[in-house]
């Protein structure tokens, strides 16, 4: 048995076991049955740093109850079933100071994730390489998280809840596990948000195009070099209309035997003449 898994089940034992958490439980567990959380509570933070701390506890909580009450349903033990998610999130606002964080996200994450596991969890498997329950239990419930965004919570980019999950995976998961998560919740992500991801890839083309062509701009010494080159190809190609002029001055230019024939008689009328001359 782990550390954490000893912690968590220590952790149910004593608040079954100190009565002021108990109270505090019932309370809890009364209003969380049937009530809807505003996501925009007024007494409560929501910035964007109050949804990270809002994930961060909802993680802690899916933690606690996997290992404790889904594990032990899951295995047939119900006499540990006892420890669900709104006592959890009754034991984690009773116990920690919670005016920084987003606490109806949280309480919606804690009712909502355990409530559609079977669903998210036949997300998730369509991207494993293994089976879902053979993920360590710290991954599981980031993945979980990130599904349920990805599925629930479309006003949040997707680019946000991978950049979130991965957050998650530096506080509290293992080294390499980012790796996993990435590249799940990616896939995950060209389904769900099929039109976003597209959306972003093109802006992305866009971006890419117009910094080449301002690249070309800031450089115009590059074009000209380049059309000079292209002008050189040309010349030196050769063509039926630029062969090589005979010049009457290259006497090293050999001449065609048509113009060869009538140089000869040409010198031999001269010569002739010449003779001519001489006797006269």
Same mark, same amino acid.
């Given at each position: 048995?782990?550390?954490?898994?000893? =912690?968590?089940?220590?952790?149910?034992?004593?608040?079954?076991?100190? *009565?002021?958490?108990?109270?505090?439980?019932?309370?809890?567990?009364?209003?969380?049955? *049937?009530?809807?959380?505003?996501?925009?509570?007024? !007494?409560?933070?929501?910035?964007?740093?109050?949804?990270?701390?809002?994930? %961060?506890?909802?993680?802690?909580?899916? /933690?606690?109850? #996997?290992?404790?009450? %889904?594990?032990?349903?899951?295995?047939?033990?119900?006499?540990?079933?006892?420890?669900? +998610?709104?006592?959890?999130?009754?034991?984690?606002?009773? @116990?920690?100071?919670?005016?920084?964080?987003?606490?109806?996200? /949280?309480?919606?994450?804690?009712?909502?994730? +355990?409530?559609?596991?079977?669903?998210?969890?036949? #997300?998730?498997?369509?991207?494993?390489?293994?089976?879902?329950?053979? #993920?360590?239990?710290?991954?599981? $419930?980031?993945?979980?998280?990130?599904?349920?965004?990805?599925?629930?919570?479309?006003?949040? +980019? /997707?680019?946000?809840?991978?950049?979130?999950?991965?957050?998650?995976?530096?506080?509290?998961?293992?080294?390499?596990?980012?790796?996993?998560?990435?590249?799940?919740? *990616?896939?995950?992500?060209?389904? #769900? =948000?099929?039109?976003?991801?597209?959306?972003?890839?093109?802006?992305?083309?866009? @971006?890419?195009?117009? $910094?080449?062509?301002?690249?070309?701009?800031?450089?115009?010494? *590059?074009?000209?070099?380049?059309?000079?080159?292209?002008?050189?190809?040309?010349?030196?190609?050769? @063509?039926?209309?630029?062969? +090589?002029?005979?010049?009457?001055?290259?006497?090293?230019?050999?001449?065609?035997?048509?113009?060869?024939?009538?140089?000869?008689?040409?010198?031999?009328?001269? !010569?002739?003449?010449?003779?001519?001359?001489?006797?006269?």
């Amino acid at each position: 048995m782990t550390d954490q898994l000893k =912690r968590a089940i220590s952790a149910a034992k004593t608040a079954q076991a100190n *009565d002021g958490q108990a109270e505090a439980t019932r309370i809890a567990s009364s209003s969380a049955g *049937d009530q809807t959380f505003d996501m925009s509570e007024s !007494s409560y933070k929501t910035s964007h740093t109050a949804i990270r701390k809002a994930r %961060r506890f909802a993680m802690q909580g899916l /933690y606690e109850w #996997l290992v404790t009450d %889904r594990r032990f349903d899951v295995d047939g033990k119900l006499g540990w079933k006892a420890n669900a +998610p709104h006592d959890i999130a009754a034991r984690t606002r009773a @116990t920690n100071a919670m005016h920084t964080v987003h606490i109806g996200y /949280y309480h919606e994450m804690m009712r909502d994730i +355990p409530e559609q596991i079977e669903a998210l969890d036949a #997300l998730i498997s369509q991207h494993l390489d293994r089976e879902v329950d053979k #993920l360590d239990t710290v991954e599981h $419930a980031i993945l979980l998280i990130g599904a349920y965004e990805l599925q629930n919570r479309v006003e949040i +980019p /997707y680019k946000v809840v991978l950049d979130e999950a991965m957050k998650l995976n530096n506080h509290f998961g293992a080294t390499d596990a980012h790796k996993l998560i990435n590249a799940v919740l *990616d896939k995950m992500a060209g389904e #769900l =948000r099929a039109l976003e991801v597209q959306a972003d890839t093109n802006a992305n083309l866009r @971006t890419s195009q117009k $910094a080449a062509a301002k690249q070309s701009e800031a450089n115009p010494a *590059d074009n000209i070099e380049t059309a000079a080159e292209t002008e050189s190809a040309i010349v030196d190609e050769p @063509t039926a209309s630029n062969k +090589p002029r005979i010049s009457a001055n290259k006497a090293n230019v050999k001449r065609s035997s048509a113009s060869k024939a009538s140089a000869n008689i040409s010198d031999f009328k001269a !010569s002739k003449k010449n003779a001519n001359d001489t006797k006269d």
